[in-house]
């Protein structure tokens, strides 16, 4: 195992014994300590968004349309206040509304009504939306942006594991090929990443759709949709070429180009020519002399690339009209349907803080700094 | 600065720089000619202009050039007008009023049928409305009545939206029953000289007629039409100087201010450092895309204010982590220890001894940063959170994708401004990348 090659005996920790515990030890304590940081992060940046957004005081509106909505609905069905005229209701439900907004502290200086705003967006409690409704009919935001985290979370995975398996197999082999044809065609084609996915989706769209007709212009399935599960996975899976293709030309050839770099600059190290003298063969030196030391370079540049990405998937699954978490923020910019608006931000910020930790954690796995207890001193 | 400059010149060693100078340089004198041609007011003005305007453009024309590409060639437009053409007008007294002719008489050489076909009149009359026949003469010499009718002061006749000359014409849309060829399927114009006359009959002395004939083809200037008539050259002009100075503002504020922070956090170390190196985290799980558009959903959608917002949310990007890295190593120098021997204070040392180091690291960042942010004005438009009354790329490729141009083949819609955008992004990052491998010693020849 690369794990016990790589725990000196003279770091060892001294109460445990076994290099595997001590290593696993770390990685916890690492993982730990970033999810904790993590959480944290996420607290300040939620925070952060519920100020923007109330600036305007557009949390306060959704927060006094729910009040309101939940007293009509209470009262106005109520057979007690039956005999009541329009007007005198109307001066009640008003009265409880006022009551109300002053039990939830609407009242309260800012500052305090902030602190309680954030826990509602963190669990993204934020009532109803004003005019979009979940596909199983309900208008409550948790439940619609529920919905649409699926197919976000399924093409953006797919697009990602695409990209980052394709680029390190590519650009290995790229650095043994250092300065062939490829090696100048891809350092040629790295300028285009400048274009973000969404825009080669355009052309995509163009040749594979409107030119050609091979490939549907968006949506997730077919219309209606295949009743068979196997049909179902082949129509999801077509409509899953054009978006995902987008997103993979969008950065692969940045990613291959300066991977590629990052090898070629590692397998000029000493202890590379070592191993070439000591012969061993090119898949060993390159999988454990190479690969090895620069992961964790790789993953961080990584990290970098894939948080700009989701950015770029808001538009993506407009462009494809994928029925995700990026169109639906589409269709309420639209509708000005704020509660969903500010949902999706805290989201998004979500899932970037997930994305984040789901890549300290890899970090920690290959980094063998944070095995060896060197701290998680990151480059 | 001298090792700087000869580093610089170095870049005509790479083809791919050169070919992306030009780029540059090409889009700078586009920008220029847009801003000295058309200024900010008339540029915007034209933009936001309705039917009033356009209205002798064609809808959804495709650019001219696409005829240079095909072997059917798609009519242009054409605008004939009496009143600035006098030569076409006769005046003959009759009665108490006038006779007018008016004969419009032009060539048509082309395989397409036009879009529509249009008279404008302008009518002085005091009380009697005078009367006016239309006839259309084809190159065989065939006459076809077009109409009759009376025109109000200001008024338009629409040929093509004629129910009784489209039955006189044998039930065809009345462009084709004009311009086709008799007998022959299917259905092809007829090349040559046309003549549409106007004879105006008026009853009082003074009453005059003037008419404006518009044939509206399927191909227009440069760049085309989009929906609404508009010339989309106003667009693509003037989308020029807003994209590279949003790119431009955007790549400097971002990079400037990102750099002092982390010679700042770095020289002061401790507890400075740790704030700025937080602050970082949490920018980098902001979502930016989402927050610029609660804020132009919610304050204004102006390109300033996101230009604002994007400078600021970026001050603590993740470039940070790069610049800290590089500073770490040169707050150790001798030449730092030097200065604060001699009583540097920290100002000093930061702006003058610090900062300079990394220039030349900065600068290929800078350039590969500009296209990004041209993007991101692109990608807001495509939200639908483009600037309300600028013109630009986004704002296009909005319009086209709104109105389903790639499903309904108006491809050159989206083309035009993508290819700029593309020219842009292309340009600036290939400098941006010859300059990264001049400036980064350790790729130097890889």
């Given at each position: 195992?690369?794990?016990?090659?790589?725990?000196?005996?003279?770091?060892?920790?001294?109460?445990?014994?076994?290099?595997?515990?001590?290593?696993?030890?770390?990685?916890?304590?690492?993982?730990?300590?970033?999810?904790?940081?993590?959480?944290?992060?996420?607290?300040?940046?939620?925070?952060?968004?519920?100020?923007?957004?109330?600036?305007?005081?557009?949390?306060?509106?959704?927060?006094?349309s729910?009040?309101?909505?939940?007293?009509g609905?209470?009262?106005?069905?109520?057979?007690?206040?039956?005999?009541?005229?329009?007007?005198?209701?109307?001066?009640?439900?008003?009265?409880?509304?006022?009551?109300?907004e002053?039990?939830?502290?609407?009242?309260?200086?800012?500052?305090?009504?902030?602190?309680?705003?954030?826990?509602?967006?963190?669990?993204?409690?934020?009532?109803?939306?004003?005019?979009?409704?979940?596909?199983?009919?309900?208008?409550?935001?948790?439940?619609?942006?529920?919905?649409?985290?699926?197919?976000?979370?399924?093409?953006f995975?797919?697009?990602?594991?695409?990209?980052?398996?394709?680029?390190?197999?590519?650009a290995?082999?790229?650095?043994?090929?250092?300065?062939?044809?490829?090696?100048?065609?891809?350092?040629?084609?790295?300028?285009?990443?400048?274009?973000?996915?969404?825009?080669?989706?355009?052309?995509?769209?163009?040749?594979?759709?409107?030119?050609?007709?091979?490939?549907?212009?968006?949506?997730?399935?077919?219309?209606?949709?295949?009743?068979?599960p196997?049909?179902?996975?082949?129509?999801?899976?077509?409509?899953?070429?054009?978006?995902?293709?987008?997103?993979?030309?969008?950065?692969?050839?940045?990613?291959?180009?300066?991977?590629?770099?990052?090898?070629?600059?590692?397998?000029?190290?000493?202890?590379?020519?070592?191993?070439?003298?000591?012969?061993?063969?090119?898949?060993?030196i390159?999988?454990?002399?190479?690969?090895?030391?620069?992961?964790?370079?790789?993953?961080?540049?990584?990290?970098?690339?894939?948080?700009s990405?989701?950015?770029?998937?808001?538009?993506?699954?407009?462009?494809?009209?994928?029925?995700?978490?990026?169109?639906l923020?589409?269709?309420?910019?639209?509708?000005?349907?704020?509660?969903?608006?500010?949902?999706?931000?805290?989201?998004?910020?979500?899932?970037?803080?997930?994305?984040?930790?789901?890549?300290?954690?890899?970090?920690a796995?290959?980094?063998?700094?944070?095995?060896?207890?060197?701290?998680?001193?990151?480059? | 600065?001298?090792?700087?400059?000869?580093?610089?010149?170095?870049?005509?060693?790479?083809?791919?720089?050169?070919?992306?100078?030009?780029?540059?340089?090409?889009?700078?004198?586009?920008?220029?000619?847009?801003?000295?041609?058309l200024?900010y007011?008339?540029?915007?003005?034209?933009?936001?202009?309705?039917?009033?305007?356009?209205?002798?453009?064609?809808?959804?024309?495709?650019?001219?050039?696409?005829?240079?590409?095909?072997?059917?060639?798609?009519?242009?437009?054409?605008?004939?007008?009496?009143?600035?053409?006098?030569?076409?007008?006769?005046?003959?007294?009759?009665g108490?009023?006038?006779?007018?002719?008016?004969?419009?008489t032009?060539?048509?050489?082309?395989?397409g049928?036009?879009?529509?076909?249009?008279?404008?009149?302008?009518?002085?009359?005091?009380?009697?409305?005078?009367?006016?026949?239309?006839?259309?003469?084809?190159?065989?010499?065939?006459?076809?009545?077009?109409?009759?009718?009376?025109?109000?002061?200001?008024?338009s006749?629409?040929?093509?939206q004629?129910?009784?000359?489209?039955?006189?014409?044998?039930?065809?849309?009345?462009?084709?029953?004009?311009?086709?060829?008799?007998?022959v399927?299917?259905?092809?114009?007829?090349?040559?000289?046309?003549?549409?006359?106007?004879?105006?009959?008026?009853?009082?002395?003074?009453?005059?007629?003037?008419?404006?004939?518009?044939?509206?083809g399927?191909?227009y200037?440069?760049?085309?039409?989009d929906h609404r008539r508009?010339?989309?050259?106003?667009?693509?002009l003037?989308?020029?100087?807003?994209?590279?100075?949003?790119?431009?503002?955007?790549?400097?504020?971002?990079?400037?201010?990102t750099?002092?922070?982390?010679?700042?956090?770095?020289?002061?170390?401790?507890?400075v450092?740790?704030?700025?190196?937080?602050?970082?985290?949490?920018?980098?799980i902001?979502?930016?895309?989402?927050?610029?558009?609660?804020?132009?959903?919610?304050y204004?959608?102006?390109?300033?204010?996101?230009?604002?917002?994007?400078?600021?949310?970026?001050?603590?990007?993740?470039?940070?982590?790069?610049?800290?890295?590089?500073?770490l190593?040169?707050?150790?120098?001798?030449?730092?220890?030097?200065?604060?021997?001699?009583?540097a204070?920290s100002?000093?040392?930061i702006t003058?001894?610090?900062?300079p180091?990394?220039?030349?690291l900065?600068?290929?960042?800078l350039?590969v940063?500009?296209?990004?942010?041209?993007?991101?004005?692109?990608?807001?438009?495509?939200?639908?959170?483009?600037?309300?009354?600028?013109?630009?790329?986004?704002?296009?490729?909005?319009?086209?994708?709104?109105?389903?141009?790639l499903?309904?083949?108006?491809?050159?819609?989206v083309?035009?401004?993508?290819?700029?955008?593309?020219?842009?992004?292309?340009?600036?990052?290939?400098?941006?990348?010859?300059?990264?491998r001049?400036?980064?010693?350790?790729?130097?020849g890889?």
């Amino acid at each position: 195992m690369a794990e016990a090659t790589l725990t000196q005996p003279g770091v060892r920790a001294p109460r445990i014994s076994s290099p595997l515990l001590t290593t696993l030890n770390r990685v916890l304590k690492y993982t730990l300590t970033r999810l904790v940081a993590l959480l944290l992060t996420v607290v300040v940046g939620v925070y952060l968004t519920v100020l923007i957004a109330n600036m305007g005081g557009y949390v306060d509106k959704i927060r006094s349309s729910q009040i309101r909505e939940q007293v009509g609905a209470q009262y106005g069905m109520d057979p007690q206040f039956r005999l009541l005229t329009k007007e005198e209701r109307e001066a009640l439900i008003n009265e409880i509304v006022a009551a109300e907004e002053k039990r939830l502290g609407l009242d309260r200086p800012f500052f305090v009504r902030s602190l309680s705003y954030l826990t509602t967006a963190m669990s993204l409690n934020l009532g109803r939306a004003e005019h979009l409704t979940s596909d199983s009919g309900s208008s409550e935001v948790r439940r619609i942006i529920l919905e649409r985290l699926p197919p976000t979370l399924l093409l953006f995975t797919t697009a990602n594991m695409l990209l980052f398996f394709g680029s390190i197999f590519f650009a290995l082999s790229l650095s043994r090929r250092y300065g062939s044809i490829i090696d100048r065609l891809v350092i040629a084609l790295a300028p285009t990443s400048a274009a973000p996915g969404w825009f080669y989706g355009i052309f995509l769209i163009l040749i594979f759709a409107a030119l050609l007709g091979v490939l549907p212009f968006g949506g997730m399935v077919a219309a209606p949709p295949p009743a068979q599960p196997l049909a179902y996975a082949l129509s999801l899976l077509q409509h899953m070429i054009l978006p995902v293709m987008a997103l993979v030309l969008g950065s692969v050839f940045l990613n291959i180009y300066q991977w590629r770099t990052f090898f070629l600059i590692y397998s000029s190290e000493d202890y590379v020519d070592m191993a070439k003298a000591k012969g061993l063969p090119a898949r060993t030196i390159e999988r454990r002399y190479i690969l090895r030391p620069t992961l964790p370079t790789i993953i961080t540049s990584f990290a970098l690339l894939l948080i700009s990405l989701w950015t770029g998937a808001i538009i993506l699954e407009t462009v494809f009209n994928w029925p995700g978490l990026g169109r639906l923020l589409y269709r309420a910019i639209g509708l000005y349907d704020t509660p969903v608006i500010v949902g999706s931000t805290v989201i998004y910020a979500y899932l970037l803080a997930i994305t984040v930790f789901l890549l300290d954690f890899i970090y920690a796995l290959v980094d063998p700094r944070v095995k060896v207890g060197g701290g998680g001193q990151k480059p | 600065m001298r090792t700087f400059l000869r580093n610089l010149s170095e870049i005509k060693n790479y083809p791919s720089a050169i070919a992306g100078l030009v780029v540059i340089v090409a889009l700078l004198v586009v920008a220029a000619y847009a801003l000295i041609a058309l200024p900010y007011q008339e540029a915007i003005r034209l933009w936001r202009a309705g039917e009033g305007v356009w209205e002798d453009y064609p809808r959804l024309a495709r650019p001219s050039w696409v005829n240079l590409f095909s072997a059917i060639k798609l009519p242009d437009t054409k605008v004939l007008n009496s009143a600035t053409q006098p030569e076409t007008k006769t005046v003959k007294p009759f009665g108490e009023g006038r006779d007018i002719l008016i004969n419009f008489t032009f060539d048509y050489p082309y395989d397409g049928f036009p879009q529509d076909l249009i008279v404008y009149f302008q009518v002085k009359f005091e009380s009697k409305q005078p009367h006016i026949d239309m006839r259309w003469i084809t190159p065989d010499g065939r006459e076809i009545v077009v109409g009759q009718f009376s025109p109000r002061r200001s008024d338009s006749f629409r040929i093509t939206q004629d129910e009784r000359l489209r039955r006189r014409v044998g039930d065809i849309p009345v462009q084709e029953g004009l311009f086709a060829r008799p007998e022959v399927t299917p259905l092809t114009p007829l090349k040559g000289k046309y003549t549409f006359q106007v004879n105006a009959i008026t009853f009082e002395p003074d009453s005059d007629v003037d008419a404006k004939f518009v044939i509206y083809g399927q191909v227009y200037g440069l760049a085309g039409t989009d929906h609404r008539r508009r010339d989309l050259m106003v667009a693509l002009l003037w989308g020029t100087p807003i994209a590279l100075a949003f790119g431009l503002l955007a790549a400097l504020g971002t990079t400037l201010t990102t750099m002092f922070i982390a010679a700042f956090g770095v020289w002061f170390g401790g507890i400075v450092d740790s704030i700025i190196q937080r602050i970082t985290e949490v920018r980098l799980i902001l979502p930016l895309l989402p927050i610029l558009i609660m804020v132009g959903t919610f304050y204004s959608r102006s390109i300033w204010l996101m230009l604002g917002v994007v400078i600021v949310l970026s001050i603590f990007g993740s470039a940070i982590k790069t610049y800290r890295a590089i500073f770490l190593q040169v707050k150790e120098s001798p030449y730092i220890e030097a200065a604060r021997a001699y009583g540097a204070g920290s100002g000093r040392i930061i702006t003058q001894y610090l900062v300079p180091r990394i220039i030349p690291l900065l600068i290929p960042q800078l350039v590969v940063l500009i296209p990004s942010y041209v993007f991101l004005e692109a990608s807001l438009a495509v939200l639908g959170l483009g600037d309300p009354v600028l013109p630009t790329w986004g704002k296009i490729i909005d319009d086209a994708q709104s109105n389903g141009a790639l499903y309904n083949s108006y491809y050159y819609w989206v083309l035009q401004p993508a290819a700029l955008l593309m020219l842009t992004g292309l340009g600036f990052s290939m400098v941006g990348f010859a300059l990264d491998r001049i400036f980064n010693p350790r790729l130097r020849g890889l």
